[in-house]
Structure formats: structure tokens, C-alpha cells
Nanobody
Framework: QVQLVESGGGLVQAGGSLRLSCAAS????????MGWYCQAPGNQRELVAT???????TYADSVKGRFTISRDNAKNTVYLQMNNLKPEDTAVYYC?????????WGQGTQVTVSS
């Protein structure tokens, strides 16, 4: 089993930056990819970005050019660097891990962007 612990959310003004971290522990060998999703009140959870074990990345169109996902394999940690944040980025951000046994979710971290 893989466990995920997120950190780095908070309150920031529009145009500001935040970096989210997600540390994985447990059955690391079973990881296929990791990523970030967000869920705003009243909305469904949406993909933000993913990164595979080989480093291939995908991004939602709304964050391309502003957010960067990266991973430190030595630390089993995935990061989401969020720049030029907008009020519409306000949501709970969840770390996700795809494993050979299925998907694992973190507890979520709140990101609030004020205008």
C-alpha cells in the first residue's frame, strides 16, 4: 500500500506562487505515475497535472504555462509549482498515485487565491 502526505497549500494573492509537495511512502515499487487534481466547491475533481515514472508530464489546458509538475525520485516526492495564480485556481488540491493495485489519494490541501 502507498501512503501520500501533502503540504504547501495556503492563501495567496492573485499573481502569486505556491509550491505543493506530496511525499509517498510504503509500496513505492508499485507506483506507475503521480499527479495532482483539484476540486472547487460544487465541482467535480479535475486533473491538474500528472507525471510518470519516466518523467512524462501532462497538464490541464487551464494551467499550461503557469504550473509545473516535477518529481524527486530519491525522496519519493512530487511537486507542483504554481505560478501566476488566479482566483479560479482556488480549490482543494489532491495528490494522486496510480499503482499496480489502483489509485491512492492524499488528504487534500487547500489553495485559496484572493483577487
Amino acid at each position: 500500500q502507498v501512503q501520500l502526505v501533502e503540504s504547501g497549500g495556503g492563501l495567496v494573492q492573485a499573481g502569486g506562487s505556491l509550491r505543493l509537495s506530496c511525499a509517498a511512502s510504503g509500496s513505492i515499487f508499485s507506483l506507475i505515475s503521480m499527479g495532482w487534481y483539484c476540486q472547487a466547491p460544487g465541482n467535480q475533481r479535475e486533473l491538474v497535472a500528472t507525471i510518470t515514472n519516466g518523467g512524462a508530464t501532462t497538464y490541464a489546458d487551464s494551467v499550461k504555462g503557469r504550473f509545473t509538475i516535477s518529481r524527486d525520485n530519491a525522496k519519493n516526492t512530487v511537486y507542483l509549482q504554481m505560478n501566476n495564480l488566479k482566483p479560479e485556481d482556488t480549490a482543494v488540491y489532491y495528490c494522486n498515485a496510480r499503482t499496480v493495485s489502483g489509485a491512492v489519494w492524499g488528504q487534500g490541501t487547500q489553495v485559496t487565491v484572493s483577487s
